[in-house]
């Protein structure tokens, strides 16, 4: 099992841009997560899905898209990317309220 | 409002100590709770997982001790290793299973 897997690693862009970070699992996880980590900061929930085709927001939704057409994918689109959107992301997928576990992040930087 | 605190914020040691994190928790209903440990520049692991009938438990030299009275855990280590160097993280899970609450971590150094 390759778990939980992130693309890109690292991503620098332009104040306005847009693009897509991956997250895709292969454990067959119902739940599935965003979170940024910033600087002294506990990781905050982006958006959340509960199962393929279902998904919500979390606390810090704004400026993120996210959908969930399968089971083992949950993209997060940044639509005009803010230099307050630095941070690194990390994708995390867990059975239920069971263990999370956590792809290995992508870092963002936004000039 | 759902929180967790953690302390210290960091913390140096010298291998071979042992050393002790706490957390402190506001979140209800309560869940479980997870300490994760983080290396640099990776995503958290767990390293254990309590529920509200456990006050103890071990996976190697690490120690989490639950108060579900007081609302506090700690995370104890023992015989430090260079490699325990990361930051730990406390989570707790509300009873709906689905709303993790994250603290900000206390970030630990080992020294040789």
């Known amino acids: 099992n390759a778990g939980v897997t992130q693309t890109p690693k690292f991503q620098v862009l332009k104040t306005g841009q847009s693009m897509t970070l991956q997250c895709a699992q292969d454990?067959?996880?119902?739940?599935m997560s965003w979170y940024r980590q910033d600087p002294g900061m506990g990781l905050r929930l982006i958006h959340y899905?509960?199962?393929?085709?279902?998904?919500d927001q979390g606390e810090v939704p704004n400026g993120y898209n996210v959908s969930r057409s399968t089971t083992e994918d949950f993209p997060l689109r940044l639509l005009s990317a803010a230099p307050s959107q630095t941070s690194v992301y990390f994708c995390?997928?867990?059975?239920?309220?069971?263990?999370?576990?956590f792809g290995p992040g992508t870092r963002l930087t936004v000039l | 409002k759902n929180q967790v605190e953690q302390s210290p914020q960091s913390l140096i040691i010298l291998e071979g100590k042992n050393c002790t994190l706490q957390?402190?928790?506001?979140?209800?209903?309560?869940?479980?709770l997870r300490w994760y440990k983080q290396d640099t520049g990776r995503g958290p692991v767990s390293l254990t997982i309590?529920?509200?009938?456990?006050n103890t438990k071990s996976n190697g030299r690490y120690t989490a001790t639950l108060d579900a009275d007081t609302k506090q855990s700690s995370l104890h280590i023992t015989a430090s290793q260079l490699s325990d160097s990361a930051s730990y993280i406390c989570?707790?899970?509300?009873?709906?299973?689905?709303?993790?609450?994250f603290g900000p971590g206390t970030r630990l150094s080992v020294l040789p």
């Open positions: 995390a997928s867990s059975y239920s309220g069971n263990e999370q576990f």
């Open positions: 454990m067959n996880h119902e739940y």
């Open positions: 899905s509960v199962g393929a085709g279902i998904t």
């Open positions: 957390c402190n928790y506001t979140v209800s209903p309560f869940s479980n």
């Open positions: 309590m529920t509200f009938s456990e």
């Open positions: 989570v707790v899970t509300d009873n709906y299973g689905q709303n993790f609450v």
